[in-house]
């Protein structure tokens, strides 16, 4: 058996690293995965009863990507990881409005950052993609056709959560990073040769599983923007 660091893709497991740093304590109680596949989240918070909702199976609860059925506040934590790139720019005020409707304390969103370097990396990755398989790669190909949100369209987005919740905002990663081992493991898996496989698992072994720090500025190469939402005390009656 593989050892369980190269069971797990890199970016996946940072991200949801990242997400349940930030969710804090709200991470030990009801929680809803929106746009997840079950256990993903659940492994980095412990104890946590963890609801992975998406459009299609896998999934604990499939939905119809726009209503979540559930009431107002339902959960203590409600995460929203890397879906806002795969809506349409019309479609994703509305996804955001619903994960801080269902969120009873904290909410927790991240998306790939739509800055000039990615978008014109993501666009010769989708390129370089099919050149290499042969066939498209759906996920690439939405983020080019939707276009990755930018910083201002996050913020413009997180508008409708400023009276009920205090929203913070970090940055994470380095894009070129992780587009590079996307490249190897699809020379690996595509060309099949010795030489890639041995270079991706050497490159694989060599990335510490451990996210790394959070900037809270955007930087040319950030690769991930992250915010917390969390509700706002009620404020006490004066004397």
């Known amino acids: 058996m593989r050892p369980r660091r190269l069971r797990i893709h890199h970016d ?6 990242v997400a349940a740093r930030l969710a804090g304590r709200t991470g030990r109680g009801r929680v809803l995965d929106v746009g997840g596949h079950p256990g993903r989240l659940a492994e980095h918070l412990p104890g946590a009863e963890v609801v992975a909702i998406n459009v299609r199976a896998p999934a604990d609860v499939v939905f119809d990507g726009v209503t979540l059925p559930y009431p107002d506040g339902a959960f203590d934590l409600v995460t929203s990881l890397d879906v806002l790139e795969h809506l349409a720019r019309p479609e994703r005020a509305g996804h955001v409005a619903e994960v801080l409707r269902v969120a009873g304390e904290r909410a927790v969103l ?13 666009r010769e990755l989708a390129e370089w993609y099919a050149r290499l398989s042969g066939e498209r790669s759906p996920f690439l190909d939405e983020h080019v056709i939707n276009g990755l949100p930018s910083a201002a369209e996050l913020h413009d987005l997180l508008a409708v959560a400023w009276p009920r919740f205090e929203v913070t905002e970090a940055f994470h990663g380095d894009f070129r990073d992780a587009q590079r081992l996307f490249r190897l493991e699809a020379l690996a898996h595509f060309r099949g040769r010795a030489m890639d496989r041995v270079r991706f698992l050497a490159e694989r072994l060599r990335r510490p599983l451990r996210p790394g720090g959070l900037d809270d500025r955007p930087g040319p190469y950030s690769s991930r923007w992250f915010s917390a939402a969390t509700t706002r005390s009620p404020a006490r009656p004066s004397p």
């Open 110 to 122: 991240c998306c790939p950052l739509g800055a000039p370097e990615l978008n014109t990396a993501e």
């Open 12 to 17: 996946t497991w940072q991200r949801h690293a």
